[in-house]
């Protein structure tokens, strides 16, 4: 994923499946400007309302996400995008994960994820939208330009990633529809920010489902809903100096829990796959004018628990960065 090649392949629209040459998950570039991204610790979680035109006689539930001691009741549905905000790195990239989150009493039925606004802010092709839904394991993803229909799973929940290329900075409203009665929206707002350097680290995201907290909740517990499926995003923050040159990453751990395949994808870089502890080369990302860089992770058949990510950069002092990454299993989050 994340990386400007443009490769010819088949991709789902809201038209139906075609073949044309577009941006990829898989090697995705733009023009480098120079952006950043901004490691938000807090995520976007949307509202939720009833679809327009919903019949009287359905149970059509409207308002804010609350039942956190307020005294108010749960929104139906809700859709949270990591990180929120975020600021876009070297061309210009838009990369986070969305999550859904619903009753499981809609388990297998199909919520449709988009956003129109920033599909026309990102001038190089749109957005492309990717999950693990009908594929075995990487290096293979299913791939959906300008939106995407994922299948809960037996909690409520579905997982995916957006990117976005050449993307003016700015809020962009995101809504996941669910495609059966009683029909409900959750909207929620993504803000991409104009570049900034920021202090060396790395973080994955999500920390959080939902109302779960203390890392992912994985998704995916039946054929059509996937196989305990993990989806991050990972931001690697160095020096500036380091613009031009490479940073790697691997997990042995988030790798080796991962039973099926795994993928690391990295923007203007390098992919490496599995299944097993990757002992091959690692995966790799263009360091922008900022010092950052942007790896995408999938993996399917995963086991809970905690993972530590290094992340070196191939250049001068050689400095190294590690975090942990946390995968919880499938659960309701709502």
């Not at 613009?243 to 997990?251: G, L, N, V």
């Not at 990302?285 to 399917?300: K, R």
Request: proline fraction near 8%; charged fraction near 15%.
């Amino acid at each position: 994923m994340l990386g400007p090649h443009h490769r010819d392949r088949h991709i789902d629209t809201p038209e139906g499946i075609h073949h044309e040459y577009s941006p990829s998950f898989v090697r995705l570039r733009g023009h480098r400007r120079g952006r950043s991204p901004t490691p938000p610790r807090a995520a976007g979680v949307a509202s939720a309302k009833a679809a327009k035109g919903c019949h009287k006689t359905h149970t059509c539930h409207s308002g804010g996400r609350t039942g956190s001691g307020t005294g108010g009741v749960p929104a139906p549905i809700t859709v949270q995008i990591d990180p929120n905000p975020l600021v876009e790195t070297s061309e210009s990239l838009v990369a986070a994960v969305i999550q859904v989150e619903t009753s499981p009493s809609f388990a297998g039925d199909a919520v449709n994820i988009s956003s129109s606004q920033l599909q026309t802010s990102c001038t190089l092709g749109g957005t492309l939208f990717a999950n693990l839904q009908g594929v075995v394991a990487p290096p293979t993803l299913h791939e959906s330009a300008g939106s995407i229909q994922a299948i809960l799973d037996d909690d409520g929940n579905a997982t995916v990633v957006v990117q976005g290329v050449d993307c003016a900075p700015g809020p962009s409203v995101f809504e996941a529809d669910l495609m059966v009665a009683p029909f409900y929206t959750a909207l929620t707002t993504l803000n991409a920010l104009p570049p900034v350097v920021t202090p060396p680290g790395i973080t994955g995201y999500p920390t959080s489902s939902g109302r779960v907290t203390g890392g992912e909740v994985e998704t995916g517990d039946t054929a059509a809903s996937g196989d305990s499926n993990v989806i991050a995003i990972f931001y690697v923050e160095t020096d500036p100096v380091y613009a031009e040159q490479k940073a790697e990453i691997s997990s042995s751990q988030l790798e080796g829990r991962c039973i099926r395949g795994w993928g690391w994808y990295g923007a203007e870089g390098t992919q490496a796959f599995g299944p097993g502890v990757n002992t091959g080369p690692r995966a790799t990302a263009l360091i922008d004018n900022d010092g950052n860089a942007v790896f995408a992770f999938f993996g399917t058949s995963c086991a809970a628990g905690d993972s530590q990510v290094i992340a070196d950069v191939l250049a001068g002092s050689h400095p190294t960065y590690v975090t942990t990454f946390t995968v919880l299993p499938p659960a309701p989050t709502i």
